[in-house]
């Protein structure tokens, strides 16, 4: 097949959820009887699963006569090398787009939605037919390009992870976890649920879950009051924002430093006193976790490595 270039494309895929119920499940017979039999409908997954394969489809049916095509599932993304002039094309929820991020350096991507009226796709502002005009545009550099602006967790033994819409901090289960706040040249021992650090990119997910919640309370016992980060806290913004979940105040430990903003010069330093299961992990992404027990200390920041979005 002749190409219109030689440019490398990566498109990256996920399974459908009717895919992992056949792998749960080994056929989707046997997966159909299981969700009818607790009372649901099976129609909608084979329906995501259609018009997902749909999107996929028309979308290689392109890059294929564009560029050298190289496909991959979301599961091989962590052992997976990209070139530096590789354009990447992701086509799945949004969550797919942050999983991607992380693992590129200064690689444009492309986010697709392969389902607009099942997934809002707030990181997906394309569908599989506009790539015939985007990726040009991306690849020759005349299509606008967002920064997104990442955190990082370093440790004191030289361990680090990255995180393109939010860090964990706590406990790997659901009991309170134990450590020491550190920021501005103040500091607070604490014992608490965990700390969420939230990019600009992720204000609307974590963040704006644990803000919605905090707003709600401050309604029902003062009667007003409104929670939002500053209004120009875009994806690209050079800071980022920590929470301390449920913070518990107690002879020993504090609930004063629970919210604040971290900059390129005011890092947030966090000393852990668990003795097991204390960890830190980004997006979501609980199987990829750095262990954080007791002697480890953590330094939150601003990431040094950015991301390319393209819209």
Known sequence: ?????????????Q???LEDLKRRYNTAGQAKFYIESHGGGFEDYVLEDKLYKEAVGQAVGFL????????????????????????VVVIGRDGLVVNTLKYLDSQKLIGVNPD??????VLLPFKAGDLPKIVPETVSG????????????RLNDGQSIIGVNDIFIGQRTHVSARYELSIGGKSE???SSGIIVSTGLGATGWLKSILAGAEGIMRYYK?????????DFACDSRSLYYTVREPYPSNST???MVFGRISDKRELTITSYMTENGVIFSDGMEQDILQFNSGAEAKIGVCQKSGNLVV
């Not at 005349?142 to 967790?153: D, E, I, S």
Request: charged share 30%; net charge positive.
């Open 1 to 13: 097949m002749e190409r219109m270039t030689e440019e490398k494309i990566v498109l990256v895929t």
């Open 15 to 17: 399974k459908t959820r």
């Open 64 to 87: 294929e006569t564009f560029g050298r095509l190289q496909i991959i599932d979301r599961d091989f993304l962590p052992n997976f090398i990209f070139g530096a002039r590789d354009t």
């Open 116 to 121: 607009p009226k099942r997934w809002d796709g």
């Open 142 to 153: 005349t299509r606008r390009v967002k920064n997104v602006t990442f955190a990082q967790a």
């Open 189 to 191: 021992v604490q014992s």
């Open 223 to 231: 009667g007003s009051g409104h929670l939002e980060p500053d209004r």
């Open 254 to 256: 504090g609930a004063q």
